[in-house]
């Protein structure tokens, strides 16, 4: 299509275009992202804040890397062997509740700074970032129809992106029962395609005896485990704690987990908003 017959330059010129109005409305996106899921309004200041340099670096390393071609070392005087890397196509991307905009920018610009088309099923509870990010790229010159965003349930509009023929690589970002049960729809569709998956973690978290100070690692623990109200892939589950400091670390982060102010995520003096 357009798009994937566009030189890198040319399409690291509207993924930069993109990245500016993404950046300029950085404050309308902070306030969706909080009032959709309920995270706290700082944390997403600081967040959102890098996702412009998404497309940013994608644009630039197309730009300077080409996607499409390489040339290794000859191996003999008499033959040139030459790899040509041209765009797979179609790349249905399914992505999370909890990171709506980030994880979706992620995987949004390095999908088209190599040619690709874009399907992208946001999380049901919270489309409407993706849907705006959606519009600045069309802004920025995007041509029309290479990035579709379509909102629905996994069961439906998921296992549709799983099976639809013309998908040449899917990518998942959820639960485990739910990234089996996409790569299932993928088989019955009979179709061998590229498929990645993160399905999250169980996080531990090592406590030492000789840290530093113990207040450190407590402040450390509790933004591990509370950050964005504990609802992120990388959440610290467990911790783990030398039996030398034990009770001094328990005490302090006791004190620590009991000063937290649950509240309205919109007000920047709430360190957990809504579950």
Known sequence: GEWS?????????????????????????VDMETRQTGRCLREYKAQ????????EYHASYAAAKGFEGRLPSLTEADHINMVWRVPLGVCGLITPWNHPVLIAAKKISVALAAGNSVVVKPP???????????????????????LQVVPGAGQTAGDALARHPMVEKLDFTGGTATGLQIQRS????????????????????????????????????????????????????????????????QDALISKVTSLRVGNPLEEATDIGPV
């Open 124 to 146: 049901l509870e919270a489309p409407v970032t993706v849907l705006r990010l959606g519009e600045i790229l069309s802004m920025a010159g995007l041509p029309p129809g290479t």
């Open 186 to 249: 993928m088989a019955e569709a009979g179709r061998v395609r590229a498929y990645s998956a993160e399905l999250g973690g169980n996080a531990p978290i090592l406590v030492f005896s000789d840290t530093r100070k113990v207040q450190e690692a407590v402040d450390g623990v509790c933004f591990a485990a509370f950050v964005a109200s504990g609802q992120t892939c990388v959440s610290g589950k467990r911790v783990l704690v030398q039996d030398e400091i034990f009770d001094e670390f």
């Open 48 to 55: 959102l804040g890098r996702v412009p340099e998404w497309f």
């Open 5 to 29: 017959e566009l030189n890198p330059r040319a399409r690291g010129r509207v993924l930069n275009r993109a990245a500016e109005l993404l950046r300029n409305a950085l404050p309308e996106f």
